[in-house]
């Protein structure tokens, strides 16, 4: 389809294992965000590419998050040595840079740290 | 990004219509209301936005006071698909959309 989207739909992982969600924005998209979503809250913002270069990694909660958008388009996020106040839905979305546009966003990553 | 504040819940009858407020008070001249709404297990999904004159497309109305410190996003008629979680954030138009969602009105369409 034409939308953003993010795989795997469903994650589970024992505490301490690394992780890696993947995002496929829409072609041509040249902003990316990362947002984190725990139970009945809104979505948080983690970080920001503009094509390929991180502008914005200010949300990021710990070092052990990572993401990275290397040819500009797919974003990964990986989070090493995962603990539980890790789980959440990881959303991701994106934007084309032009004005009176909205972000798109993709049903997001639900990750449950056992 | 300018906060926003919503009620947490509201109720709406399957058919009538549902007015969901939105205080912005601190936007800024560049900022624009953006509707979101979030239905389970789903990301959000993109429902308006306007800047200050009054929007309409096919899924709602948006009304935004003069002085622009609210707004109300109008589905004229609700159905039960319209449950769902409704996020109003203010961002910039374009460019790098840093946004700030609160969390949400939880909008219940009753049978």
């Known amino acids: 389809g034409a939308g953003v989207s993010q795989s795997p739909r469903y994650k589970v992982a024992k505490r301490g294992q690394d992780v890696a969600l993947r995002c496929d924005p829409i072609s041509g998209h040249v902003s990316l965000f990362w947002y984190q979503q725990a139970l009945g809250q809104g979505p948080e913002f983690l970080t920001y590419f503009q094509n390929e270069a991180q502008l914005d990694k200010s949300g990021l909660p710990s070092d052990r998050f990572f993401a990275e958008r290397p040819e500009g388009s797919v974003s990964t996020l990986k989070i090493q040595r995962t603990q539980q106040e890790d789980s959440a839905v990881y959303l991701c979305?994106?934007?084309?840079?032009?004005?009176?546009?909205?972000?798109?966003f993709g049903d997001g990553t639900r990750l449950s740290i056992l | 990004d300018a906060k926003t504040t919503q009620p947490p819940s509201m109720d709406c009858a399957e058919g009538r219509a549902a007015n969901l407020p939105c205080n912005h008070s601190?936007?800024?001249?560049?900022?624009?209301v953006y509707w979101y709404r979030q239905i389970h297990s789903q990301g959000p999904q993109y429902i308006i936005h306007g800047l200050k004159n009054n929007e309409t497309n096919e899924m709602a109305s948006l009304i935004i006071t003069e002085d622009r410190k609210s707004s109300t996003l109008i589905l004229p008629h609700a159905t039960l698909r319209d449950t769902a979680v409704y996020y109003c954030?203010?961002?910039?138009?374009?460019?790098?959309?840093?946004?700030?969602f609160g969390i949400g009105t939880k909008l219940q369409v009753i049978p």
């Open positions: 601190t936007i800024s001249g560049n900022e624009y």
């Open positions: 954030i203010v961002s910039r138009s374009g460019g790098y959309q840093k946004v700030t």
């Open positions: 979305a994106s934007h084309s840079f032009r004005d009176n546009e909205p972000q798109h």
